[in-house]
């Protein structure tokens, strides 16, 4: 299986270009890195792969077939920032069943402690949550996970933690991971491959 973006193009309002007729594969079972300068769009292109933002040009395909919009999404995003991306009127155990149920194995393998799940967001430590959102983003049916600076705001015990177990379910099931980082050193650690942001965009692409 393979998740491709083909010519996709993407600006926010009348804003210049950020990627215009931008290219990009990746594999099933690949942990692809994407590099590249601050504020040149990663963030935005990894939100237009998990459909979050709808490209003005081109199409998200997996197989060759457009990504549905309906039911369990098989390309996950995690962000950076956890508290974001959780419903704060949300208990854990709510949040975390939200598209599918987790089980207890997959919970011990994140460090979830099932005390947890009776808490609210706010009662949570921000490695605590970032758990919660890589669980949630790991059902049966995920096939691409895009972890966007993932484990940026965790310490380097939390960090590793969560990266062993990503790592274990990606070869398990044969899951491909784009890692969008800065650090270099992770990025190294983790990837079999690694791309820089413009490398995405054809030559003599004009942004304005
Ligand atoms: N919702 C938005 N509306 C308007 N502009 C935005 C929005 N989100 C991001 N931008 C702008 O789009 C550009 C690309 O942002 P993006 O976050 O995708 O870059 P990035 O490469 O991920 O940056 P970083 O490495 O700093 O996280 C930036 O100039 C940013 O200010």
Known sequence: MQLEANHVSFRYGTQQWLFRQANFTIHAGEI?????????????FGRTLAGYETPYEGTITLDGVPVSTQGY??????????EKAVNPKWKMRKTLNEGWEPDEALLAKLGID?????R?????SGGELQRFCVARALGPDTRFLIADEMTTMLDAITQAQIWHA???IAKERNMGVL????????????CTRIIDFNELLDHGMVRT
């Open 32 to 44: 692809l890195g994407l590099v590249g300068p601050s504020g040149v769009g990663k963030t935005t």
């Open 73 to 82: 999404q098989p390309i996950q995003l995690v962000m950076q920032h956890p």
């Open 114 to 118: 099932q005390k947890w799940l009776n």
């Open 120 to 124: 609210w967001p706010n009662e949570l």
């Open 166 to 168: 990503v790592l274990e």
């Open 179 to 190: 890692v969008i980082s800065h650090d270099q050193h992770l990025i190294h650690r983790l």
